[in-house]
């Protein structure tokens, strides 16, 4: 029996996503003594901007398979439905699987909207998709899938849904996707084919977030994979050099386990020179354990975005949460440790939820900016099966679908109304691109120490700027901008303000006009000066078979490639001056004519998308040129 899985990467990212998820289902298969000389299982990675004729010759150019499942999520719903229905036309008689957060519990409508989908797949998905498998091959195309647990199967345009099946205790018991060689790791150049590497060390998460539907398994214990797996796939990742480790766990840092994992990934590095990153969610309670790992992982080198999941500083909204007795609430003294020990962090703010009102967001987003470099705001979604969208008449929730996925937008609930949200998302692109993605991050100190004037206020200057210009390219910029702070916008206005050089001509106009002289006199001429500085600290950001910008060249420095910079002048030591800064300082800057050699990781361009791993990309001033 042919199977195609297919996967596909997040809203419009050229770059190739690791397929963890399908590769997991791929390796139950093939080492399952009865079934794999049965099965003839093919992988489809798919690219998040493939067109859908792109992925049509992808998945139907060769033999036509039997059997499809796919793993959904709200960016590919879709599209996944598409393709679905191209196949039940080549193969009437082949069948169709959905799983994944997006359709879990959800087969009423699911079944509804898709007549060519058979079943959808509820809960972690090897144990059951391997025996649907064992299922068609026992009963051919017609099936008794009665015996399958955590499945909904169709019943006209009802679903019929069976007993779940049990989360899977011993997590070993799957097979790593990874040492059976099931993933393929290399290009046709022989080099790490993904963004980054995913993997899990456990399952499960203790809170139940009234947003949130972590794979099924809020709510409950967690359950981890074993040392010695892990620390073979660390090593398995190390010989393939590869740069990034993201952590798909709920809550890294809060068991005892995380802290050995740590120690085997530092071996891992001096071994083999990689992995030289680790992204993860942090565990949300930040203890003793969180400072030794954090500590570690800088003592080694490693880079790595430092989270508080806040969502909101709002009493009201962390009741509506259920995170009201969260200790990461309690977050001041952790960002006081964090920048005590040079070390960065950001945090996460949700816009919509229940008891929140623009006023409570506008104050928390201020009191955090006082206090991390970061802030990523998202918009409040509701998923499938969270507790928000179980209960949405009781928060007067307006919801719209997406224009490019499948996910709902809060437009309205009881304690903000619809003209408000919708002031707010606007507000929410410009703060994600400006702030999220550090667009403006050297400005953000400055503007506030010296003028006094806060980021959520930055940020409607920019926004009524670019809305009121009569500079085409801005008119051009504001034309286009959603209803909805989708994650496909944000990466449209990041890659307009990197390629668009008039919209740069634009900022530094609002930066003369609006904010300089809101310095005081003394600092203005430093002031005039700094958002010069601003630009050359950006990523650098070049498309692919394109020359790096005016004042950069391609070099390799510590065998990574690099952008190195021309000498660039300045009339004062920008790095230095904003150096006192940070530590309170704000006597007068003196002239000191300084020249910088800018730094930066190529790559930017394939990463701009994901906020954590383009941080690391940001380019650093040196006052002596780099060596080769």
């Not at 928390?364 to 998202?378: E, T």
């Not at 709902?408 to 692109?429: I, T, W």
């Not at 230095?576 to 990781?601: C, E, M, N, W």
């Amino acid at each position: 029996m042919k199977i195609s899985l297919v996967q596909a990467g997040a809203w419009q990212s050229s770059m190739e996503s690791m397929p963890l998820a399908i590769g997991y289902l791929k390796a139950v298969l093939d080492s399952d003594k009865e079934l794999a000389d049965e099965v003839d299982v093919t992988l489809h990675n798919l690219p998040g901007d493939a067109r859908m004729t792109d992925m049509v010759r992808e998945l139907f150019a060769g033999p036509i398979p039997d059997m499809m499942g796919f793993s959904v999520f709200g960016w590919n719903y879709q599209q996944f439905a598409a393709l679905a229905e191209t196949f039940k036309q080549l193969n009437p008689r082949g069948i169709v699987v959905f799983g994944g957060n997006h359709v879990a519990y959800q087969g009423e409508r699911v079944f509804r909207m898709f007549p060519q989908v058979d079943i959808v797949v509820n809960g972690e998905g090897e144990i059951t998709f391997r025996e649907i498998v064992a299922r068609v091959l026992l009963d051919g195309t017609s099936p008794d899938l009665s015996r399958v647990r955590g499945i909904s199967v169709r019943d006209g345009t009802r679903a019929l849904s069976t007993p779940d099946e049990e989360r899977i205790d011993n997590l070993d018991s799957i097979p790593s996707p990874f040492l059976t060689g099931t993933i393929p790791m290399l290009d046709s150049s022989g080099r790490f084919r993904y963004d980054v590497a995913l993997m899990e060390t456990n399952r499960g998460c203790p809170y139940k977030c009234a947003f949130c539907y972590w794979g099924g398994a809020v709510g409950q214990r967690m359950r981890s994979f074993s040392r010695e797996r892990m620390r073979e796939e660390l090593d398995y990742f190390g010989f393939y050099q590869v740069p990034t480790v993201v952590l798909c766990d709920s809550n890294f840092g809060m068991l005892e386990t995380d802290e050995d994992f740590v120690e085997d990934l530092i071996a891992t590095r001096k071994r083999h020179g990689y992995p030289r990153a680790l992204e993860t969610s942090w565990a949300k309670n930040k203890s003793s354990r969180f400072q030794r790992i954090v500590k570690r992982l800088r003592d080694h080198g490693f880079k790595s975005s430092f989270t508080l999941s806040l969502q909101t500083l709002s009493d009201d909204a962390l009741t509506e949460m259920q995170r009201r007795n969260m200790k990461v609430n309690q977050w001041e003294p952790l960002v006081e440790w964090l920048t005590e020990e040079g070390l960065d962090c950001f945090a996460e703010l949700i816009w919509g939820a229940p008891g929140e009102t623009v006023a409570s967001f506008l104050e928390g987003y201020d009191r955090l900016a006082h206090r991390v470099p970061r802030i990523a705001v998202y918009p409040l979604l509701l998923l499938p099966n969270t507790a928000y969208s179980e209960n949405r008449r009781e928060h007067g929730f307006v919801t719209v679908r997406g224009e490019s996925d499948d996910f709902e937008y809060v437009l309205a609930n009881n304690s903000a109304s619809f003209k408000e949200h919708l002031d707010m998302q606007r507000f929410m692109l410009w703060a994600r691109v400006l702030g999220e993605h550090q667009y403006f991050r050297e400005l953000w100190r400055p503007l506030r120490e010296l003028a006094g004037v806060t980021q959520s206020v930055v940020i409607g200057s920019v926004r009524e700027w670019i809305d009121n210009s009569e500079h085409p390219a801005a008119r051009a910029f504001a034309s286009w901008i959603p209803t909805v702070a989708e994650s496909p916008a944000v990466a449209r206005a990041l890659r307009t303000l990197y390629e668009d050089s008039e919209m740069d001509t634009v900022l530094r106009e609002w930066w003369q006009t609006t904010m300089v002289g809101r310095f005081p006199a003394e600092w203005r001429s430093f002031a005039s000066e700094l958002y010069e500085y601003q630009r050359w600290c950006r990523p650098v950001y070049v498309p692919p078979n394109a020359t790096p910008p005016a004042g950069w060249a391609a070099a390799t420095v510590d065998d990574e490639p690099v952008f190195v910079s021309r000498a660039v002048p300045f009339r004062y030591d920008m790095a230095g001056v904003l150096d006192k800064l940070r530590i309170g300082s704000t006597a007068p800057a003196a002239p000191f004519p300084t020249h910088y050699y800018f730094q930066a990781k190529q790559g930017f361009y394939d990463n701009l998308e994901n906020h954590e791993i383009g941080a690391h990309y940001v380019a650093t001033p040196s006052l002596r040129p780099a060596a080769e």
